[in-house]
């Protein structure tokens, strides 16, 4: 499939898949993976908590073995009780674009959905609604 008509057909399946779909009722991307976190990220959250970045770093974060930046622990120890984010704001990046279906080259990032499939419903419902 062309990269822009893939796009189309999974951006339409999102639409779809997301007003059926509250992450809430889930948030399983919270609580069993971690967020690839970037340098911005680091910087705005740990302002958001008044702490000093290195500081930040050091008590939620670690380099995995690809050398990204990454959460210690899961679950996310800014998800709430109620499936919530204690830092919705300033949440990284990679926590609002999640699942990721909604995005431009999606033939780029097919691995990705692949392994997010376990992960998330939606993006399985989006998944098995392709084929």
Do not use: W
């Not at 699942?99 to 419903?121: G, V």
């Amino acid at each position: 499939m062309k990269g822009t008509i893939l796009d189309q057909k999974f951006h339409s399946l999102h639409e779809e898949t997301f007003r059926d779909i509250n992450c809430m009722e889930c948030a399983n991307c919270c609580k069993t993976s971690s967020p690839i976190f970037i340098q911005k990220d680091l910087d705005r959250i740990a302002k958001h908590l008044n702490m000093k970045t290195h500081s930040f770093y050091d008590k939620y974060l670690m380099r995995d073995e690809e050398f990204d930046i990454v959460l210690q622990k899961t679950p996310c120890e800014f998800l709430t009780i109620n499936n919530t984010c204690s830092i919705y704001d300033v949440r990284p990046r990679a926590c609002k674009e999640y699942p990721h279906t909604n995005r431009k080259k999606m033939n780029q990032i097919l691995s990705l959905t692949i392994k997010n499939i376990e992960i998330c419903p939606a993006v399985s419902r989006i998944v098995d609604k392709m084929k």
